[in-house]
């Protein structure tokens, strides 16, 4: 029960095990934002695992990658803050060897997982590329291995992928600028639509407010996203951070959300995605002011 008397309902929150989202969940997970009545659990799973789990509705708020909305919109809806755009960068492809971006349909390559954007952004740049699934931390070490020709890395390993001796091939997220003139959507947070309009409204204005603490309060947010980090260096840490939590987490902009309609629209023309994707996002409360 509550200090109301209300019974306390128990919401199921789960996001990656990566800086970026530990930072933007920050207040949330420690109790700097409540919603009263609501108690929120946090599960930390790999997004290609959190994509497969949402096809059947597991948790109540989760992670997603955008191409993995449309395989779950009949069950969820996009929440309005909480998504990782890449701002003329993003995902890459990294071979052991200088590569030619036009030459890489000729190798395979090792990917995270065929739900993420990244695979997405992949296919749509270069679609009869061979392609095997392979856990996100391991690409880089298989790569260098040789087990792989080449990989396409996400999360921290965009940082750190040239002092392991690879080569950038391509990056996704440039490529996409240059061909759409958007950010490329990579990953956002669904709410379960069962929930109902009251308790969506709060969720999306507590993980709206954790995000501005995060963002307001830096220093703590980022000691607490370094447990996260897979032994990044601090600098680098609040470089990542810095890459997918900004002001553009706290709201997409009308950019932002035409560019997710966009990538998911020619991912169905393209016939990667079976459906047809109907984005709707859902509304948050109004900000809590602060005391």
Not at 49 to 66: E, M
Request: contains cysteine.
């Amino acid at each position: 029960m509550s200090p109301s008397g209300r019974t306390v309902r128990e919401i199921k929150v789960a996001h990656s095990p990566d800086s970026d989202d530990a930072f933007m969940f920050y207040g949330m997970a420690t109790n700097k934002v409540r919603v009263p009545d609501v108690k929120f659990t946090h599960t930390l799973c790999d997004i290609e695992t959190l994509n497969r789990k949402a096809l059947d509705g597991f948790y109540d708020i989760t992670a997603i990658s955008f191409h993995a909305y449309p395989y779950v919109q009949d069950k969820y809806t996009i929440m309005p803050s909480g998504g990782s755009m890449g701002e003329g960068y993003g995902p890459m492809i990294v071979a052991s060897r200088k590569i030619a971006p036009e030459e890489i349909v000729k190798h395979r390559i090792a990917v995270p997982g065929t739900m993420t954007s990244a695979y997405l952004a992949l296919k749509l740049f270069a679609p009869d590329t061979p392609t095997e699934v392979v856990p996100f931390d391991e690409i880089i070490p298989r790569v260098l291995e040789g087990k792989y020709e080449a990989g396409l890395i996400i999360h921290e390993g965009q940082l750190t992928f040239n002092k392991s001796g690879l080569y950038k091939v391509v990056d996704m997220g440039k490529w996409w600028r240059d061909k759409t003139g958007l950010p490329l959507p990579l990953g956002g947070n669904a709410i379960r639509r069962d929930l109902g309009p009251e308790l969506v409204a709060a969720c999306c204005g507590a993980l709206r407010d954790s995000i501005r603490y995060a963002l307001d309060n830096r220093e703590e947010a980022l000691q607490y996203a370094m447990q996260f980090a897979r032994d990044l260096e601090p600098q680098m840490i609040d470089k990542f951070v810095g890459m997918y939590v900004n002001e553009r987490t706290l709201d997409y902009g009308k950019d932002g959300r035409e560019a997710i309609v966009k990538l998911l629209e020619m991912g169905y023309a393209a016939g990667i995605i079976p459906q047809k994707p109907v984005v709707e996002f859902a509304a948050a409360t109004a900000p809590i002011p602060a005391t």
